[in-house]
């Protein structure tokens, strides 16, 4: 697993900083970013307008596309796995100008469903996609493939939606907090304000960086292994366990279902209790039994404004709490 020497540096090698030229009254480049999750792998191909460089670049455009299943299914085909990566990368030519291939960054960072894998195998898929990368016309930068780490990946979902809200410049910033839900892990960011939750925070739940001018100190960690599929089996009694010739039981489940699922490349049987309880009840105490002890709870959170997104979004959807198009509070 990758890391980077200077914590409070890392995400500003992302992006180099000669895509931003002093001498330029207004500038245009690209980004490409991979997102390689533990469902499936998305590429973000972003369009910038820098218009001075006193100011922050602005978000003019995004290409997005995904496959499945995530990078993590081919642990044991990291060439195939790699294909898929240069298949999306094909995209990235028909949206960027050839003109600004040789200058446009290509990134990946891999998340939970790569931190959950050996790390010989872990390895072996990213460095299959970095002669991927290499192969391109793409801008290639040092450690541009890498698995990142929980925390980073929570701090860059919070720089995220506080900079497309507009809250990371100007003279008054009320940033919010953001929770994010992936198949493997899932995070918790957001900026104390208050100087108890600094000091009653164990320390590993605290960064710091610097970004336009200011520094930042957020709480921010994340669990792995409670994102949705990964707690989904914790609660079946499957994590980490071998599948094969076994099925998996839940009181969360209609007690005659008897079903079959994939997850990281690995097939499950999985069906309701054929014998004892089943319904909210037993399936609450299982459900329990795999977050209990595990969370810090901040108070201030409670009095905090939250952004939630990614499997998040999709269960409110699904339960019709939010609309799909426009989202909700």
């Not at 020497?5 to 480049?29: G, I, R």
């Not at 990368?89 to 469903?113: Q, Y």
Request: hydrophobic share 35%; with cysteine; proline share 6%.
């Amino acid at each position: 697993i990758v890391s980077h020497p200077k914590p409070e540096l890392w995400f500003q090698e992302l992006f180099p900083l000669k895509m931003c030229p002093a001498n330029a009254s207004m500038v245009t480049f690209y980004g490409i970013m991979f997102d390689a999750g533990s469902t499936g792998t998305r590429i973000h191909i972003y369009t910038f307008i820098q218009q001075s460089p006193e100011n922050p670049a602005e978000l003019k455009g995004e290409v997005f596309e995904s496959v499945k299943p995530g990078l993590s299914a081919y642990a044991n085909q990291p060439k195939k796995g790699a294909e898929t990566i240069r298949k999306l990368l094909e995209m990235a030519k028909n949206a960027v100008p050839p003109s600004h291939w040789n200058k446009t960054p290509v990134v990946l960072k891999a998340t939970a469903g790569l931190r959950l894998l050996p790390e010989l195998k872990a390895q072996a898929l990213l460095s299959q996609v970095r002669m991927v990368f290499e192969d391109s016309p793409f801008l290639v930068p040092d450690n541009s493939v890498s698995i990142m780490d929980g925390s980073y990946e929570g701090i860059l979902a919070w720089i995220t939606v506080n900079f497309l809200t507009g809250q990371l410049y100007g003279q008054e910033q009320q940033t919010v907090g953001t929770l994010d839900l992936g198949g493997a892990s899932t995070q918790i960011t957001f900026l104390p304000q208050l100087e108890e939750t600094l000091t009653e925070t164990p320390v590993d739940f605290l960064t710091s960086f610097q970004m336009f001018n200011s520094t930042y100190k957020l709480y921010t960690h994340s669990y792995l292994g409670l994102g949705l599929k990964a707690a989904r089996l914790a609660t079946l009694g499957a994590l980490n366990l071998e599948a094969f010739g076994q099925t998996f039981r839940s009181s969360c489940l209609p007690r005659q279902l008897e079903a079959e699922w994939y997850f990281g490349g690995v097939k499950y049987q999985y069906g309701g209790n054929t014998e004892g309880e089943t319904g909210f009840e037993p399936c609450y105490s299982e459900v329990l039994k795999v977050v209990q002890g595990k969370l810090h709870q901040p108070d201030e959170i409670q009095r905090s404004s939250f952004y939630a997104f990614s499997y998040y979004y999709d269960r409110a959807v699904d339960t019709d709490l939010i609309d799909y198009e426009k989202g909700g509070v």
